[in-house]
């Protein structure tokens, strides 16, 4: 293993902890005006502060990822989503793009921490999928003319209904930019079940695998427990074939 891929995945462990810290602070500074509507200005003046700020953490990021990668070209093809999760939020229009940054850093997180535990996986995904496209729906929705969602608990029911594809049609986005968020989380329902789906089938495959391997190594300990009987039986053949010669020709030595 090159030098460089090895300081690459020393970089992304190292970080890996303290990376999650900044997801949480940009979602909970994001979170923390759009569920309280009546927040002070100075509040919000910080918590828009903290969503920069941790924002320009993840850039930075990917920017020494990129800087660590042995081949940048490639690094980039891969990491393509990421680079697009960076670059586009920097325009008002889609700072909402900025969530996806959350829900990145806490997948790659939790795919290795939680695998497993498909069902913890699930739960969690789940809940910060429908948690991150509640807020973003509220914020384009509620003062929308018409809006049918204007409150977190009809966000949050709207977001589960979508996800689960359901759609009771109560609750549904007026606006472009809400009908946008809806795409998106009809795409992130369906890839995180694959996630799920994928991660539970690996799971099992590697489940069966140290079966086979246990099963394998049983198999040839009787086979080399059954070869040292068979030399065992061999060995006590030949000695009592060897007592029972003396003994015949012992017979035949004494006088008549």
């Known amino acids: 293993m090159d030098s460089g891929t090895t300081r690459l995945q020393r970089w992304q462990r190292n970080t890996e902890i303290p990376m999650l810290g ?13 569920l309280d509507p009546d927040l002070a200005p100075h509040w919000r003046t910080l918590c828009m502060a903290l969503t920069w700020l941790t924002w320009g953490a993840f850039v930075a990021d990917y920017a020494v990822r990129l800087f660590l990668a ?3 070209w490639h690094y980039i093809r891969v990491n393509a989503v990421d680079l697009v999760i960076i670059l586009l939020p920097a325009l008002r229009p889609l700072r909402l793009l900025r969530l996806l940054s959350i829900v990145t850093v806490l997948n790659r997180r939790l795919t290795v921490s939680m695998r497993k535990h498909v069902a913890m996986y699930a739960v969690v995904a789940s809940s910060v999928v429908l948690f991150c496209a509640a807020l973003a729906v509220l914020e384009v929705e509620r003062d929308a003319p018409g809006a049918t969602i204007t409150t977190f608990e009809e966000a949050l029911w709207w977001a589960a209904v979508t996800v689960t594809t359901v759609g009771y049609g109560d609750f549904y986005p007026v606006t472009s930019v809400g009908r946008l968020i809806a795409f998106g989380l009809f795409l992130g329902g369906i890839t995180l079940l694959g996630v799920v789906t994928g991660t539970l089938a690996s799971w099992f495959v ?12 049983t198999r040839a300990e009787v086979e080399a427990l059954m070869v040292e009987v068979q030399q065992l039986r061999s060995e006590l053949s ?3 074939a060897t007592e029972s010669g003396n003994v015949a020709a012992g017979v035949d030595d004494r006088p008549g």
Do not use: C
Not at 22 to 30: M, N
Not at 206 to 217: G, S
């Open 70 to 72: 042995r081949d940048r």
């Open 238 to 240: 030949g000695t009592t």
């Open 22 to 34: 900044v997801a949480l602070l940009f979602l909970g500074a994001y979170a923390w005006p759009i």
């Open 206 to 217: 590697e489940r069966v695998d140290e079966t086979k391997q246990a099963t394998t190594a």
